[in-house]
């Protein structure tokens, strides 16, 4: 079965550089959810789109901004990265409850970027 | 506010055996859905199980299983005939249903070690 797509896994970048990370969700999933983990910590919510409109926002930085597509891929822009940034950053995907109006209730994971600051 | 409480940061079981790994959530919702993801050392997220809190019986998935207690508020993991591919973190996570909140609340984590 098709899985979430992320790209690029990777990624290397010097402080105060931009980054952009790809989600590319399960075929007929409409909501997407990226999350940060750092070192050893769990992960933490940063924004969530369903059918292109922001669905609901986490802790994302004010330097953070993402959007969703028509083709319902979702890219997160990173600007004036600092040290603190260097992560794994997942993208999930869901499909909308469309009969009960409510978000659905699983996520599926991607494989992660690994954005490394320096 | 709502939160998931893994007490145990790390575990280690023999190989064959079964280890039951707890979790504890705070909520006033009274609809919700919990799961247990494993995170290998590839850093995939992986679902594990599945629970949904209207839903008494307990959730399986072949050699994994949990147990729901809903009044205690209480979802732990067991993994039966452990296995070396089950070293992980395994996470428990929590969402509410209804509403546009649709972001998984995590633990901490506990990290399990299956020893040969």
């Known amino acids: 079965a098709a899985g979430v797509i992320q790209s690029p896994r990777h990624l290397i970048k010097e402080k105060r550089e931009t980054a952009t990370l790809k989600c590319y969700p399960i075929?007929?999933?409409?909501?997407v959810y990226w999350y940060q983990q750092g070192p050893g910590q769990d992960p933490q919510f940063l924004i969530s789109?369903?059918?292109?409109?922001?669905?609901d926002k986490g802790s994302i930085p004010d330097r953070f901004s993402a959007q969703q597509f028509s083709d319902y891929h979702s890219e997160l822009n990173m600007s004036s990265l600092e040290l603190g940034d260097s992560a794994l950053y997942f993208c999930?995907?869901?499909?909308?409850?469309?009969?009960?109006?409510?978000?659905?209730?699983?996520?599926?994971f991607g494989p992660g970027t690994r954005l490394t600051v320096l | 506010a709502q939160t998931v409480t893994q007490s145990q940061p790390e575990m280690s079981v023999q190989e064959a055996e079964t280890v039951t790994l707890s979790c504890t959530y705070d909520?006033?919702?009274?609809?919700?859905?919990l799961f247990w993801y494993k995170q290998p050392p590839s850093r995939q997220m992986i679902l594990v199980i599945r629970?949904?809190?209207?839903?008494?019986q307990n959730a399986t998935e072949n050699r994994f299983s949990v147990n729901f207690q809903k009044a205690a508020k209480s979802f732990s993991l067991k993994i039966s005939d452990s296995q070396l591919g089950d070293t992980a973190m395994y996470f428990c996570?929590?969402?509410?249903?209804?509403?546009?909140?649709?972001?998984?609340?995590f633990g901490k984590g506990t990290k399990l070690s299956v020893k040969p």
């Open positions: 999930a995907s869901s499909s909308w409850g469309r009969s009960s109006g409510q978000a659905s209730d699983t996520q599926y």
């Open positions: 075929p007929r999933h409409d909501t």
């Open positions: 789109f369903y059918e292109k409109m922001q669905s």
């Open positions: 909520t006033s919702e009274n609809n919700y859905y």
């Open positions: 629970q949904e809190a209207y839903k008494q």
């Open positions: 996570a929590f969402i509410p249903v209804g509403g546009s909140q649709g972001n998984l609340i």
